[in-house]
C-alpha cells in the first residue's frame, strides 16, 4: 500500500485524477472500475477536466461499476446508474454503451452477478480500481462479516450502512436493504486499486484498513495484501495513523516515480 496523505480533499483528488489520466493516455483502451458516492465526485470533475482541455480521450476505455441498489431501475435518481450518468459519463467522451453497472431490477439477481464477473473476465480484468471506504471498513457493499474470498452477489446492508446512505433519500425507510456488489475477491484481482478516504468519520476505517489485521470485520483491510494499491487520504482521514510521517515520506518518492504532479 502506498499512503497518500493531502491537506485537501482537492489535492487527494486532483493527483488520484492525474494517474488515471496517465494510464489512459498510455493505453486508451483502459478497463475501469468505478465508484460511487460522494467521495469520487471530485476526481471524477478532475477528470472530466482532463477532457475538456483534450489531454486525454475515454472513446476507447470501458468501464464496470462496483454495485447497485436492489430495486431501483437506472432511471432513479440514487440509483448508482443515474449517478455515473450524471457525475462522469455526461463529462467525458466514453462511449455509454461501454459502461456496465450492475443491474438493480433483474429478474434472476443471482445469474446478473455471475454474468458481470464473466463481462469483466472477457475484458481482461479490471486495470484501476475506484474505491471509497466505509465508515465500517467496508469496501463495495461488503459489509463487516463479508468473506474475503467473496464473489459478485446479492449482499445484505448493515444498519451503520443504511443510515450512512439515508442523507440521499427522503428517510432511511427508503433506503433499499440489498444490493449487488463486486465481492472483495473481485475487487482484489484488479491491477491497480485507488482508494479515496475524506473525513474524520472515516479515520477509524482507515487506520483498521491500513495498520490493523486482515480480516472480514474490516474488509477493506483485504488490500494488504495487493501489491499495487494507492490510499489517498487528507489529514482527517489520516489522523489515527500511527505511522503518517512515513507514509509520507515513502509516498512523496513513489509519486515522483510515477510522475504525478502534485
Partial sequence: MEIVICKTKEEASRIAASI???????NPETVLGLATGSTPVTMYDEM?????AGEVSYKKVRSWNLDEYVGLP???DQSYRYFMNENLFKKIDIDLA????????A???VAECAAYEKQIKDAGGIDIQVLGIGSDGHIAFNEPGTSLASRTGVVYLTPQTIKDNARFFKSADEVPTRALS???GSICEAKKIILLAFGANK?????AAVEGGVSQYCTASALQCHNDVWFFCDEEAAAKLK???YYSWRSSIKLQKVQVND
Wanted: net charge negative.
Fill in 182 to 184: 463486486m465481492g472483495v
Fill in 203 to 207: 479515520a477509524d476505517a482507515v487506520a
Fill in 74 to 76: 437506472g432511471t432513479h
Fill in 98 to 105: 461501454n459502461t456496465h453497472v450492475l443491474n438493480g431490477l
Fill in 107 to 109: 429478474e434472476d439477481p
Fill in 48 to 52: 472530466a477536466k482532463a477532457v475538456a
Fill in 243 to 245: 505511522l503518517k510521517d
Fill in 20 to 26: 488515471i489520466t496517465a494510464a489512459v493516455k498510455a
